[in-house]
């Protein structure tokens, strides 16, 4: 487009800006910060929609029967700054606007999760470590461009639909830096991929990543789960394809959650908003008028991130009438290749582990 070739130059000095920061820390020109706890870092150069929530959860999954498990995040969105631990907040503090949507929502999945939001992620990893009962195992989410961290895994997530190698950095794209940048992460995940997608379609991506020989590349595709009621109303309707759906949405790319539903349900009403949009009183009145101008027995099914906006007191109470229900999301790797992602996630705690005990 003639208005990407205008904004290119602008877009090249913020590839620069971005590329000298990272190279200072990475010629130790400033200091990186390593905590002695096993850390991985899950996150991607394009802004929004790769699927990092559901890989997140994936990995808290596999590691939370090995011991206390922390997630640091910057909780985008919420209205509080500075360092919080979740976990030491009273149950009428835990919203989204104190803590942010993602958080809460993974939070309230994994009982003993340790969580924190900090805008920066060093003091968060140095206050995980000083605490009486530190974690085992920590989780960066979204911070693959925090470069002031020397995690122990890097792990860079680019979407099969929009891939990192076909855009640009800002503000004649949608990329935090330039795609060379990929090559820092130790393994690339291409989520939302097809299913039926081939070991050669695969090799093909592959060598449009431009990776090193080293980096491991995996594939994997969303799984939509069973949906569930969120409230009484909900729980006393029996969901069929005959029913009417309105589907509210905040998030980054919507559509193949409106494609799956169109393929289970007859009709559907769908409001978008955009990602981690706050919902205000006038949003719940526009959602309560959207669900009337439907039939009598219509359901509203939402996204486990949206849900955890919707859950503030004022509007969980003007849509407690409404039948409202989420659509959990879930991962899953191709090519028989979870064993190999699972292997690396467990080497990695193990194995550090271990060199912390020797340094000791």
């Known amino acids: 487009m003639r208005w990407r070739c205008l904004l290119f130059p602008f877009a090249w000095l913020y590839g620069c800006a971005a590329a000298f920061r990272r190279g200072l820390y990475n010629m130790g020109v400033c200091r990186r910060y390593r905590s002695f706890i096993p850390t991985f870092v899950v996150g991607n150069l394009r802004v929004g929609g790769t699927g990092k929530t559901p890989h997140t959860e994936y990995i808290i999954r596999l590691l939370n029967h090995t011991g206390q498990i922390a997630l640091v995040s910057r909780g985008y969105g919420r209205k509080t700054r500075g360092y919080i631990l979740a976990n030491d907040l009273l149950n009428n503090q835990l919203t989204a606007e104190n803590i942010g949507d993602e958080p809460l929502q993974i939070m309230e999945k994994f009982s003993g999760l340790q969580v924190v939001v900090s805008e920066k992620r060093v003091v968060a990893l140095r206050a995980l470590e000083q605490l009486p009962n530190p974690p085992q195992a920590i989780i960066l989410d979204d911070a693959y461009q925090h470069v002031a961290i020397q995690a122990g895994l890097n792990i860079l997530l680019t979407e099969y639909n929009d891939p990192y ?7 004649a794209g949608n990329l935090r830096e330039f795609a060379s940048a990929a090559r820092h992460a130790d393994l690339v995940i291409v989520t939302k991929s097809p299913v039926d997608f081939s070991q050669q379609q695969a090799a093909c991506i592959r060598e449009k990543l431009r990776l090193t020989g080293s980096q491991i590349v ?4 969303y799984i939509y789960n069973n949906i569930i009621p969120k409230n009484s109303t909900a729980e006393a309707v029996i969901l069929s394809p005959s029913l009417p759906v309105l589907l509210i949405t905040g998030i980054a790319k919507p559509d193949p959650m409106k494609q799956y539903l169109t393929d289970k349900f007859h009709k559907i009403k769908h ?13 719940i009145e526009k959602i309560k008028t959207a669900y009337s101008e439907l ?7 939402t996204t486990e991130k949206d849900w955890a906006r919707l859950k503030t007191e004022t509007a969980s109470g003007l849509l407690s009438h409404l039948p409202v229900f989420v659509l959990p999301i879930s991962v899953a790797f191709l090519f028989d290749e979870e064993d190999k992602f699972i292997k690396i996630i467990e080497d990695h705690v193990r194995e550090s582990t271990e060199n912390s005990s020797v340094l000791e």
């Open 218 to 221: 995996l594939f994997s595709y």
């Open 295 to 301: 039939e009598a027995e219509a359901v509203v099914i």
């Open 165 to 171: 190698y076909n855009d640009l950095p800002f503000p």
């Open 271 to 283: 409001l978008s908003y955009q990602d981690h949009h706050t919902y205000t009183k006038q949003d």
